[in-house]
C-alpha cells in the first residue's frame, strides 16, 4: 500500500489527512489507510509531514486506532517527543482525544520524566 508512503510525502499527507477527516473511519479502504500508518505511528509522530497524518487519526479515528497511537507513545518516544517541535504536538492531542485510560497513563508516564520538559 501506499498509505505510509503518502504520510511522509509533502503533498501525500495532505490527501490522507482529508480521507482520514471526509471518509468515515470504518469504511474498509480508509481502514487499510489506517492500519498501513499505524504500526509507524511513533516515527511519524516526530516527522514533519507525518505528525498531521499521526494527529488526523487521533482527532477522526476510532478508538482503537486512538489507543495503537497511545501505545505507540510510550517509554522513549514519549520522553522524546515531549519537548520535539512535530512530536509534541501529537503527544498534546493524544492527551486530549485519548480514552480516558491512555490520557492517564501517557499523563503519569510524562510526570515521571526525569529531564526538565521546559
Not at 33 to 55: I, K, Q, Y
Not at 82 to 110: F, N, W, Y
Request: glycine share 6%; aromatic share 6%.
Amino acid at each position: 500500500g501506499m498509505g505510509l508512503e503518502a504520510s511522509r510525502h509533502r503533498f501525500g499527507y495532505r490527501i490522507l489527512c482529508h480521507v482520514f477527516q471526509l471518509c468515515s473511519m470504518d469504511d474498509p479502504s480508509v481502514a487499510t489507510l489506517v492500519d498501513e500508518v499505524l504500526p509507524d505511528a511513533a516515527d511519524l509522530s516526530g516527522h514533519r509531514f507525518g505528525n498531521h497524518v499521526v494527529r488526523h487519526i487521533l482527532q477522526h479515528g476510532l478508538d482503537r486506532h486512538k489507543e495503537q497511537v497511545a501505545r505507540a507513545l510510550s517509554g522513549w518516544y514519549l520522553e522524546a517527543y515531549a519537548t520535539h517541535p512535530h512530536g509534541s504536538r501529537v503527544v498534546e492531542l493524544a492527551l486530549l482525544e485519548c480514552q480516558m485510560q491512555d490520557r492517564l497513563q501517557i499523563a503519569k508516564a510524562l510526570l515521571c520524566i526525569s529531564k526538565p520538559l521546559a
